[in-house]
Each structure stands twice: as structure tokens, then as C-alpha cells.
């Protein structure tokens, strides 16, 4: 069994940055590939960014260049780097993970088995 836990954010001012931590708890975090994704106020839950097995990440077209997803196996941790946050990027943020395969990118809601509680974020002066 997995379990997801969310940590950081909270109220920013626009432009500044955060960093939510999301930690794994069950075996093997080293072969589940993870995400993030988000939902705002009135909106749908959407997709923010993955990483692989080989850490590489992918980012929906809003937040490329701004945000960075991370992993450290060691910690089995993943992480999202948040720059210049703007209102619009206020929302609760999921992490989630699935089983992977070695390079593959997973993007859609229904491609992860496990998530998280959430983590508010709110950009406003």
C-alpha cells in the first residue's frame, strides 16, 4: 500500500516562489513515476507535471519555464519548484504516483493508482 503526503504552500504573494514536498510512503518509490496536478477554485483538476523513472520532467504548457518537478529516491520525496507565482496558479495541488515504466510520461488523471490529500495554494496581495 502507498500513501502520498503533501507539504508546503499556503498564502505567497505574487511572483514569489514555493517548493511542495511530496513524500512516498511504501516500497520501492524508485520504480513509480509521479505528478502533480491541480485544482482551482471553480475548475477541474488539471494536470501541472511528471516525472519519470530517470527523472525527467514534462509540464502542461501554463507552468513550463516556471515550475520544476524533482525526485530524490534516497528520500523518496518528489518535489514542485514553483516560480513567479501568478494568481492564477492558486489552487490545491496533488501529488500523485503510479507503477512506471523506464521513460514513459504519464499526464492524465486516470494513469495514476495513488494520491495524495492535497496542498493549497494561494497567490494574492
Known amino acids: 500500500q502507498v500513501q502520498l503526503v503533501e507539504s508546503g504552500g499556503g498564502l505567497v504573494q505574487p511572483g514569489d516562489s514555493v517548493r511542495l514536498s511530496c513524500a512516498f510512503i511504501?516500497?520501492?518509490?524508485?520504480?513509480?513515476?509521479m505528478g502533480w496536478f491541480r485544482q482551482g477554485p471553480g475548475k477541474e483538476r488539471e494536470f501541472v507535471a511528471t516525472i519519470t523513472l530517470g527523472g525527467k520532467g514534462s509540464y502542461a504548457g501554463s507552468v513550463k519555464g516556471r515550475f520544476t518537478i524533482s525526485r530524490d529516491n534516497a528520500k523518496s520525496t518528489a518535489y514542485l519548484q514553483m516560480n513567479r507565482l501568478k494568481p492564477e496558479d492558486t489552487a490545491v495541488y496533488y501529488c500523485?504516483?503510479?507503477?512506471?515504466?523506464?521513460?514513459?510520461?504519464?499526464?492524465?488523471?486516470?494513469?495514476?493508482?495513488?494520491w495524495g490529500q492535497g496542498a493549497p495554494v494561494t497567490v494574492s496581495s
Open positions: 511504501g516500497p520501492t518509490f524508485e520504480r513509480y513515476s
Open positions: 500523485s504516483a503510479r507503477r512506471a515504466n523506464r521513460g514513459k510520461s504519464y499526464e492524465k488523471e486516470n494513469d495514476y493508482q495513488y
